[in-house]
């Protein structure tokens, strides 16, 4: 989805602001958690606390309808519908009398004797007790092992229903009832505020909002290494290949005859290979660099058979890789001289030594 200038400047100050603060987040997404008796967004604590959570809720809307942010299932809840509450818990209630005096009663068998009833027949003290043959089973977490070695003290669990204490009915399902642990009210489930909670990632949409804003921050790393290794470094440079187009590279090195180009990928995206493989076939460089900074890992192996070395961006070693990249350059150019400086000395004026 492209976004023209006129719609960009749409975005709002406080829009601006929470891609910002995206865009410095490592993961560049933001999920919900549940904090207190609100759900706060990862990274957006600071300017949740300063907007509130509805206002929140609109700009992450807002920048999903305009393209910057792609929004994913990720969680559900309930909140109370009189104070926007969180923090809420349920409980049941008897279908017939309304009461909240509501048991959940388990359905035994005793599969040595045959008899089937309820647990709290079998209950006497700590222990069960079959009603019908006096057998003692122990404790219910014992009488229910399927492993048990004496096969007279099993019992199987063979259903569950409700009964009202009040009123005395008996029914399969009961009523659900929410209460709200902050303002106390109480409401059904026809009455809560259910919604759903969305993650929320970056999309590169963003870079038409913030030109070279992810570039620019890898870059700076990029620069300064290889610099160090003396070489001129110049940003965002064009240059005139041998087809006479000229090439925009975002990092152009020189040292001497040596020709370092390098293109960054802030979304790992195929394309951007693609895309540097054309300039790479106007150029007599080495090496053509590629930073990926998503990490896509079929990157680098797509740009192997065409000698275009990809680095992963998110890996902490890239830096470390780029300079043992820069020092085998510099020998092979070591090589080379001591070779040409030979064939000098011999007076050679053919190509081989």
């Not at 043992?324 to 020998?331: A, C, F, S, W």
Request: aromatic content about 6%; hydrophobic content about 30%.
């Amino acid at each position: 989805m492209s976004k023209t200038s006129r719609e960009i400047t749409k975005l709002s100050p406080n829009e601006e602001r929470l891609l910002n603060i995206l865009i410095d987040k490592e993961e560049r997404e933001t999920k919900p958690k549940r904090v207190g008796n609100d759900v706060v967004y990862e990274g957006l604590e600071e300017l949740t606390k300063e907007i509130g959570n509805r206002e929140l809720k609109k700009l992450l809307k807002s920048l999903t309808s305009k393209g910057f942010l792609s929004e994913k299932n990720f969680d559900s809840a309930i909140f109370c519908p009189h104070c926007d509450s969180i923090e809420t818990y349920s409980r049941y209630i008897c279908p017939q009398c309304q009461s909240l005096n509501v048991q959940k009663v388990q359905l035994l068998e005793h599969p040595f004797c045959g008899y089937i009833g309820n647990r709290r027949e079998f209950e006497e003290d700590t222990d069960l007790v079959c009603p019908k043959c006096k057998t003692v089973l122990g404790d219910f977490i014992q009488a229910q092992s399927k492993t048990h070695t004496d096969k007279s003290k099993v019992i199987r669990v063979i259903g569950s229903s409700f009964a009202c204490d009040k009123c005395g009915s008996k029914f399969e399902k009961p009523q659900t009832s929410h209460t709200c642990k902050r303002c106390g009210a109480t409401f059904t489930y026809k009455e809560a505020n259910y919604e759903k909670l969305p993650s929320y990632e970056l999309t590169e949409n963003v870079e038409s909002l913030i030109p070279n804003r992810f570039v620019m921050d890898a870059l700076r790393g990029v620069e300064k290494l290889i610099t160090e290794k003396g070489y001129e470094v110049e940003l965002n440079a064009k240059l005139r290949g041998k087809s006479g187009v000229e090439q925009t590279f975002n990092l152009v090195a020189k040292k001497d005859k040596n020709l370092l180009l390098l293109d960054v990928s802030a979304w790992g995206s195929q394309n951007d290979l693609i895309s540097l493989l054309g300039k790479k076939m106007d150029f007599d460089s080495k090496p053509i660099i590629l930073l990926d900074l998503a990490g896509n890992p079929n990157l680098a192996s797509l740009g192997k058979p065409y000698n275009i070395l990809v680095l992963d961006g998110k890996s902490e070693k890239h830096l470390e890789i780029l300079a043992g990249v820069l020092d085998d350059v510099e020998r092979t150019r070591d090589t080379t001289l001591r070779w040409m400086l030979a064939r000098e000395k011999k007076g050679s004026k053919t190509d081989s030594f």
